[in-house]
């Protein structure tokens, strides 16, 4: 099975061209957007219009071409939407919505996770703690959930964060696999400690729990995105956790160039690829 993973791709629309243009050069059997897939500029509220004209686009193009086409909203796609988005996916049989969900395409499982450990930034639509022991740091702001029409204050995230199921929780409710050895994983974060997970400033963001997650159970591989600047920190975008290999493409400016993995999971090679 060859798949092409790309993630972070915020809306740009030449960025979506090109991996549709090398998923037809390619034809690998599933393409996956790992996500953090519409734009994030200052109105954030227009991801409505973009999900309904250019991604219902963008998979009516894979829909046709017959390759498979999984992804997720990440953490700067307000969940609001989340309905809308996944409605657009069910409309065609080769798109497949990922997040918190198993899919099976031929001998592999794939599974999705779209939460992150939580961050400074207000938007906390997909935020968790790590695990029990997280601590919340310093925020830039009042925490906010989306709306469709605006946006809903937390009061007091700190304390509202611990009424949710954190992060390592969540992870033990999805849907298991029958066969670890033929499972891909689509985890939005990276995990700690493995040079996935590395901001600009040298801070290490990636969590503790995919980590330990992916230690216990060994998939064949786990795919990120979520930090695009770490393979350029540390040189490093594939990774291995046992007999896990754990890929994170990384992405460029909204202006710069595409990048991808592309993954042959017969032959056990991977490339990572700028446009």
Not at 18 to 29: H, S
Not at 45 to 69: D, L, M, V
Not at 95 to 123: E, S
Not at 125 to 146: A, E, H, L, M, T
Request: hydrophobic share 35%; glycine share 6%; with cysteine.
């Amino acid at each position: 099975m060859k798949i092409m993973l790309t993630s972070d791709l915020h809306g740009n629309t030449w960025k979506y061209n090109m991996l549709y243009k090398e998923a037809l050069r390619l034809n690998p059997g599933v393409v996956i957007n790992a996500g953090d897939m519409l734009p994030n500029d200052n109105n954030l509220h227009r991801q409505k219009e973009y999900i309904s004209n250019q991604i219902n686009e963008h998979f009516e193009g894979f829909n046709n071409a017959k390759i498979y086409y999984l992804c997720f909203p990440g953490n700067d796609d307000l969940r609001a939407f989340d309905k809308i988005f996944e409605e657009t996916c069910n409309k065609y049989p080769y798109i497949k919505y990922l997040a918190q969900k198993r899919v099976k395409i031929g001998d592999y499982d794939y599974i999705g996770f779209n939460l992150v450990p939580d961050f400074p930034f207000i938007l906390k639509d997909r935020c968790r703690r790590d695990d029990k022991k997280f601590n919340i740091g310093f925020q830039k702001g009042d925490g906010v959930f989306s709306a469709e029409d605006g946006f809903k204050v937390i009061d007091d995230w700190k304390s509202y964060v611990k009424t949710l199921p954190t992060i390592e929780e969540e992870l033990e409710n999805l849907e298991r696999p029958q066969d670890m050895a033929k499972t891909v994983y689509v985890m939005h974060a990276p995990p700690a400690n493995l040079g996935l997970d590395v901001c600009m400033h040298g801070e290490q963001v990636g969590s503790k729990a995919i980590y330990r997650f992916i230690k216990k159970y060994q998939p064949m591989l786990t795919l990120h995105g979520h930090i695009h600047e770490s393979p350029d920190m540390t040189g490093i975008w594939k990774a291995s956790l046992g007999k896990t290999v754990c890929i994170q493409p990384g992405q460029y400016g909204h202006m710069e160039d595409f990048v991808y993995v592309l993954i042959d999971t017969d032959k056990k090679q991977y490339e990572r690829i700028r446009v």
